[in-house]
């Protein structure tokens, strides 16, 4: 009777201990930077919008869920309430546009970016936005970070 009280405690000990180490790790996960993690693809803003608005399933199937290097010229910087940074990629022209949530870790200041700025970033494609009602589609990009910047 004693052996199996004690084999019953160290059971639960073990269970409770795996399910603390699972939790634990579950929360602080985070997500790896965008600095040290290589692209998938390298691409200009225009041309991805290209893809995704000639076909999207074929698109997602391409870069859902990858890195990409983008490039292309900033149209605006978008911050929401919270203090996030959009930086908003594209032809001025055109209503549609790539959206790359900023990494808050990143240390170039965004809002000091001057619109029309030739810019390279790296981030995580996390889908399309389509164009139902004629005011531009967008593909997203979020974790992004500035690679470089070219002023003209």
Do not use: W
Not at 60 to 74: A, P, T, V
């Amino acid at each position: 009777m004693k052996i199996k009280k004690i084999v019953l405690i160290i059971f639960l000990l073990v269970l409770a201990l795996g399910a603390y180490f699972y939790i634990s790790s579950e929360i602080n996960r985070k997500s790896p930077s965008m600095a040290n993690s290589q692209e998938d693809f390298k691409i200009e803003a225009a041309n991805l919008l290209s893809e995704y608005e000639g076909n999207s399933a074929k698109a997602n199937q391409k870069y859902l869920g990858k890195i990409i290097l983008l490039s292309g010229n900033l149209k605006s910087v978008e911050t929401d309430e919270k203090g996030f940074h959009t930086l908003v990629l594209g032809d001025n022209s055109s209503m549609s546009s790539v959206r790359c949530s900023m990494d808050n870790s990143g240390s170039v200041d965004v809002k000091a970016l001057p619109i029309g700025v030739n810019i390279e970033l790296r981030g995580e494609c996390t889908g399309f936005n389509p164009d139902d009602l004629g005011l531009g589609a967008d593909v997203v990009l979020n974790r992004s970070i500035i690679i470089k910047t070219n002023q003209k």
